[in-house]
Structure formats: structure tokens, C-alpha cells
T-cell receptor, first 114, second 110 residues
Framework: DTGVSQDPRHKITKRGQNVTFRCDPI?????LYWYRQTLGQGPEFLTY????????KSRLLSDRFSAERPKGSFSTLEIQRTEQGDSAMYLC????????????FGNGTRLTVT | GEDVEQSLFLSVREGDSSVINCTYT??????LYWYKQEPGAGLQLLTY?????DMKQDQRLTVLLNKKDKHLSLRIADTQTGDSAIYFC??????????FGAGTTVTVRA
């Protein structure tokens, strides 16, 4: 068990460009989550998957954001036409199915939009 | 989030106990968690408690839950310099969407 892995660790992009982040969860975990954290704040829920099914999306996830988990293993989060307000730490987490199983977070991808 | 509140800063002397407090508003909160975040890193799960429990102890960590007052605390015994970090309280009424506080920055001084 190597924990939740995220790539890249840092991404700097110009406004208007598209970016894609990858998350590899803990292997036996069925659930995968995306959260966003801005400076001085706690993480905020974006979306989550149960296996390959995306079960809920936050209103924070605008139409420019899309997340996939095609085979129920790794996940990608794409942001199209990035804006400066998208600058944040994007955190991925995974857990076992329900019952309050705690979320285990990766080290995040820090996005800076210039 | 606005549903979970924590004090922003705590300074403690090395070797003393630290107590970090958290209040939440959702009376249906079922799961409550404490996470630790060091600079540039993700969140490390420290401990968690279900709403049907009052207390949980795990080595140097003790979690107390007062469900009536919607108050959660984390006590760290014999605080060390490696405990310097931001500590987040989080609650959930389901088992996937956590609401986090803004974090308490703990500074351990020699």
C-alpha cells in the first residue's frame, strides 16, 4: 500500500489553457474523491466516484470541470479554459465503501493560473 | 466551511498537552474526523469518531465528542516539535462529503 498518488505535484499554466490531473487511489479502495483547497481554508468537496460511477458533483464543479474514472481505478480531473480563480490545491482521496470509512488523501496537485 | 468552526492558532510549549477545539452545526453529523496537514503536503488522517461515541483514545491522541453541544476536541499529549502543523476538523452526515473547518495552526515552541 503506497497511499494515494497524485500527478503532477505542481502545475503552472496560462489563463485559458486546459489542464489535466491524475489520481491513483489505494488499490483496494472502491471510492475516489476530489476536493479543492484554497489558501487558508479547509478542503471543499468537488465530486466522488463509487467504482467507475460518478455519484455526486458539487455546484463548485462548473461546466469547465470534468472528472472521470473509466475503469474504476485511477481518475483524471480536467479543467478547460482555466481562470485565475481556479488556482488552488486539488486533493484526491480514496476510501473503502461507506460506513464512515475514513478518507485517505494524496499530497495534492497545486495549480497556479497566471 | 461555515458549518465547522475552529480557532485559527494555538501555541504550546514542547512537552505540554495541546487541545484543539471544533464546533459544528449539523445535528445529523454522524462521522467526525481530525486531519493534520504539514506545509506543501496533503491531509494525513489522525483519528475519527462516530457520533455514538463520547471518547476515543489512540496513543497520544484523545478525541472527545459532546454531541449535545456539537463540540469536538483533540488532545495531543506530550506535544513535540513534529506536531507543528495545521489541524483540520471535519464532519459528515453521510459518508462521502466532508465539511472541513478552516484549520488550526499549531506552533510548538521549545
Amino acid at each position: 500500500d503506497t497511499g494515494v498518488s497524485q500527478d503532477p505535484r505542481h502545475k503552472i499554466t496560462k489563463r485559458g489553457q486546459n489542464v489535466t490531473f491524475r489520481c491513483d487511489p489505494i488499490s483496494e479502495h472502491n471510492r475516489l474523491y476530489w476536493y479543492r483547497q484554497t489558501l487558508g481554508q479547509g478542503p471543499e468537496f468537488l465530486t466522488y466516484f463509487q467504482n467507475e460511477a460518478q455519484l455526486e458533483k458539487s455546484r463548485l464543479l462548473s461546466d469547465r470541470f470534468s472528472a472521470e474514472r473509466p475503469k474504476g481505478s485511477f481518475s483524471t480531473l480536467e479543467i478547460q479554459r482555466t481562470e485565475q480563480g481556479d488556482s488552488a490545491m486539488y486533493l484526491c482521496a480514496s476510501s473503502l465503501d461507506g460506513g464512515g470509512s475514513p478518507l485517505h488523501f494524496g499530497n495534492g496537485t497545486r495549480l497556479t493560473v497566471t | 466551511g461555515e458549518d465547522v468552526e475552529q480557532s485559527l492558532f494555538l501555541s504550546v510549549r514542547e512537552g505540554d498537552s495541546s487541545v484543539i477545539n471544533c464546533t459544528y452545526t449539523d445535528s445529523s453529523s454522524t462521522y467526525l474526523y481530525w486531519y493534520k496537514q504539514e506545509p506543501g503536503a496533503g491531509l494525513q488522517l489522525l483519528t475519527y469518531i462516530f457520533s455514538n461515541m463520547d471518547m476515543k483514545q489512540d496513543q497520544r491522541l484523545t478525541v472527545l465528542l459532546n454531541k449535545k453541544d456539537k463540540h469536538l476536541s483533540l488532545r495531543i499529549a506530550d506535544t513535540q516539535t513534529g506536531d507543528s502543523a495545521i489541524y483540520f476538523c471535519a464532519e459528515s452526515s453521510n459518508d462521502y462529503k466532508l465539511s472541513f473547518g478552516a484549520g488550526t495552526t499549531v506552533t510548538v515552541r521549545a
